[in-house]
């Protein structure tokens, strides 16, 4: 197994193989810390042409369903890189987007692309398979201040598209210059066989799926309140979907607070939760 990256000029280079002890097939238990659980948001950058990104996927998918550490709520968000397609199979989930994404994350830090790549509430990053790493960073960040995000409707219009709206918190001292609200909707429950490239004759489960991401705006001081519609495919299974709304400093500051909320059901029940 080798971990690969590429450089901001889009140059694929290899490296020698890494062991990542942390490696493991489940998590042990923690007792939870007093109060709700802290959302913090875990971004992978990911594709189905890296044979190194299906173990990474599986353990944020792991990390999200068993919360095994004290104090976090793990929000996942897979993006699909395009960098890889043009070597041997074309990821359906890939997008340039993706890929400037994760290239101005680079550019803020002085850092390299690769995949697959876990960015921790917009600051640290680490292989995305290597376990201990990411609870390491999961921890760090639930300490950070937190600006309230609430994602108080989030329904489909008969066009089939997501119309959120969402409430953004007073940004107190938690932040300094210019603060964005990103609105998202990931699907999860997504597998595919894959013919060919280097996970060739697998069929891969992912990690909640970037469908769409959208920028609703700059919040102010007092916060405010924002809409944005979301594009979902018309394949997208309706119950596996969920919005993701965080807000973040635009000059590399990091993640300042995350809300999630399913859409509305038939019945038109939502959940919501910070």
Same mark, same amino acid.
């Given at each position: 197994m080798k971990r690969r990256w590429v450089l901001s000029s889009g140059l694929l280079l290899g490296a020698s193989a890494l062991v990542v002890g942390s490696f493991r097939t489940g998590h042990r238990s923690l007792a939870r810390a007093s109060g709700p659980p802290v959302p913090v948001l875990v971004e992978l950058f990911t594709s189905e042409g890296c044979s190194s990104c299906p173990p990474a996927e599986?353990?944020?998918?792991?990390?999200? *369903?068993?919360?095994?550490?004290a104090g976090v709520r793990v929000v996942p968000l897979a993006f699909h890189v395009d960098y890889w397609d043009a070597l041997g199979w074309r990821d359906p989930f890939s997008s340039a987007a993706w890929t400037a994404r994760q290239?101005?994350? *680079?550019?803020?830090?002085?850092?390299?692309?690769?995949?697959?790549?876990?960015?921790?509430?917009?600051?640290?990053?680490?292989?995305g398979s290597d376990d201990g790493a990411l609870q390491a960073l999961l921890t760090r960040a639930a300490q950070l201040p937190r600006i309230p995000v609430d994602i108080t409707r989030a329904v489909t219009d008969s066009q089939g598209t997501l119309?959120?709206?969402?409430?953004?918190?007073?940004?107190?001292?938690? *932040?300094?210059?210019d603060v964005a609200l990103d609105v998202a909707v990931t699907e999860s429950?997504?597998?595919?066989?894959?013919?060919?490239?280097?996970?060739?004759?697998?069929?891969?489960?992912?990690?909640?799926?970037a469908r769409d991401l959208r920028r609703a705006g700059t919040v102010g001081?007092?916060?405010?309140?924002?809409?944005?519609?979301?594009?979902?495919?018309?394949?997208?299974?309706?119950?596996n979907l969920e919005i993701v709304a965080f807000v973040s400093a635009e000059n590399g500051g990091g993640v300042l607070g995350v809300g999630t909320r399913k859409p509305a059901t038939a019945s038109g029940a939502q959940a919501n939760s910070q």
């Open positions: 599986a353990e944020l998918s792991r990390l999200a *369903a068993d919360q095994p550490v290239g101005e994350y *680079a550019r803020g830090r002085g850092g390299q692309i690769y995949t697959p790549e876990a960015i921790v509430h917009g600051g640290k990053d680490c292989v119309r959120v709206t969402v409430h953004v918190g007073a940004l107190g001292t938690s *932040a300094s210059g429950g997504l597998h595919v066989a894959v013919p060919r490239g280097e996970n060739g004759g697998r069929t891969l489960a992912h990690a909640p799926v001081p007092g916060g405010g309140t924002f809409d944005v519609v979301l594009a979902v495919p018309a394949t997208s299974r309706r119950e």
